[in-house]
């Protein structure tokens, strides 16, 4: 069955770093569009950024871009979110999603893992 | 402020039906796939393309598309079906994904 882990998320300052990982199991990574998307405190579900399979589609939110960078390992079943100049704004669930082989839209979600922007 | 606009609450008195909308311009281009989301749980698909359901989904959930206007239809509403429900298609470019703001869907 497709499972979806999330790790890295935690508390950092505003200004800060933090790298979340999503390791995959149960299907065949390599093939699938792969998406981070998040839920802030009380809030509805933004699409964050999403990446083809072989990474040479790529996708930020305006909210995002330059400071967050989406990556996946295929020969490791993971996906990556470096977050970078993180703001309170940042504050929020972020989940792991598996798309289809031609669309990002997800067909299975992580747990999620909180990250917390706060001094 | 999403461009997939769906109502913030909507009511269904227990084993009635009851329609979730969604509504956006790009809509009348791209299909809807709709979530499930339980408070504390992450969101779970009940229907994506025209009116499709994953496995393990029940057949009391549908989907239906008119003009601009996406729909999530529960025909006979369980206490288990009170949830968040999303949206999610293209932005008005249609080149981007985007969600809905959600619908809270009450029980009575």
């Known amino acids: 069955q497709v499972q979806l882990v999330e790790s890295g998320g935690g508390l950092v300052k505003p200004g800060g770093s933090l790298r979340l990982s999503c390791a995959a199991s149960?299907?065949?990574?390599?093939?699938?569009?792969m998406s981070w998307i998040r839920q802030a405190p009380g809030k509805g579900l933004e699409w964050v950024s999403y990446?083809?399979?072989?990474?040479?589609?790529?996708y930020y939110a305006d909210s995002v871009k330059g400071r967050f960078t989406i990556s996946r390992d295929n020969a490791k079943n993971s996906l990556y979110l470096q977050m970078n100049s993180l703001r309170a704004e940042d504050t929020a669930v972020y989940y792991c999603?598996?798309?289809?082989?031609?669309?990002?839209?997800?067909?299975?979600w992580g747990q999620g893992t909180l990250v917390t922007v706060s001094s | 402020s999403s461009e997939l606009t769906q109502d913030p609450a909507v009511s269904v008195a227990l084993g009635q039906t009851v329609r979730i909308t969604c509504q956006g311009d790009?809509?009348?281009?791209?299909?809807a796939s709709w979530y499930q989301q339980k408070p504390g749980q992450a969101p779970v698909l009940v229907i994506y393309?025209?009116?499709n359901r994953p496995s393990g989904i029940p057949d009391r959930f549908s989907g239906s598309s008119s003009g601009n206007t996406a729909s999530l239809t529960i025909t006979g509403a369980q206490a288990e079906d009170e949830a968040d429900y999303y949206c999610?298609?293209?932005?008005?470019?249609?080149?981007?994904?985007?969600f809905g703001g959600g619908t809270k869907l009450t029980v009575l």
């Open positions: 790009s809509l009348r281009s791209y299909y």
């Open positions: 990446i083809s399979s072989s990474g040479s589609t790529i």
């Open positions: 999603a598996r798309g289809s082989i031609a669309a990002p839209d997800p067909g299975y």
């Open positions: 999610n298609s293209r932005d008005s470019s249609g080149n981007h994904p985007v």
């Open positions: 149960g299907f065949t990574f390599s093939d699938y569009y």
């Open positions: 393309g025209k009116n």
